[in-house]
């Protein structure tokens, strides 16, 4: 029998924590809730959740000096899963918090679908989603373009590297909503609220970092 995965779901005051961790245990992996930078060292792979507002949640993670260890941990090629905020707070910055900066693990912007033009549709996006995605996207492997996932979001976003979208949802436009470069991926819909497609996609994670 393998030895359950030590996975460090960060904790820095903004997000479902509870519903990912039943995820991953459902799924056989240990995974901990963690608040503290030391903890993070201590696990195999990392995973950011989150629900709320762009800024607050990068005050938070500074303060807590969560964010120094969490980018020195991705940079260093520790697998690493963004969820729903989690995956915002990678880019540079924010049209929500434009006075903070995010971790800037990845070249980009988020947006809000208000400020946008081609999406005219109600916000914040709530609902269920089917998926445009690029089938070479470890992430995606065994879903089918039928496989729906839920969204609860207003930004979005723009990603200056385009090679790194894995998969885009259409709301009133096509709008990117998974990426990946090599040890770090990250999705803005919530897997752990996706029933069995979105346990799918979180084993195939799992696969990836065993």
């Known amino acids: 029998m393998k030895t359950p995965l030590p996975i460090a779901i960060i904790d820095y005051g903004m997000g479902n924590l509870r519903s990912a961790q039943k995820a991953f245990e459902h799924l056989g992996a240990s995974a901990r809730i963690v608040s503290q930078p030391s903890e993070l060292a201590h696990a195999q792979a990392l995973v950011l959740p989150g629900v709320g507002a762009f800024g607050a949640a990068m005050r938070s993670l500074r303060k807590s000096g969560l964010a120094e260890i969490l980018v020195e941990a991705v940079q260093s090629g520790k697998p690493f899963l963004g969820i729903c905020l989690g995956l915002q707070l990678l880019f540079e910055t924010s049209d929500e918090s434009s006075e903070e900066t995010g971790l800037g693990l990845l070249k980009g ?12 549709l109600p916000v914040p996006h709530m609902g269920w989603n089917r998926l445009r995605f690029r089938p070479d996207c470890p992430l995606m492997r065994g879903l089918a373009p039928s496989d729906y996932v839920y969204f609860v979001h207003s930004y979005y976003p723009h990603v200056e590297d385009e090679s790194l979208i894995c998969a885009e949802a259409d709301y009133g436009g096509w709008f990117p909503c998974a990426v990946h470069r090599e040890n770090l991926f990250a999705t803005q819909f919530h897997p752990e609220k996706s029933g069995e497609t979105g346990l799918r996609l979180l084993k195939n994670w799992l696969d990836l970092i065993e």
């Open 109 to 120: 912007k988020v947006i809000g679908f208000r400020s946008q033009p081609q999406f005219s």
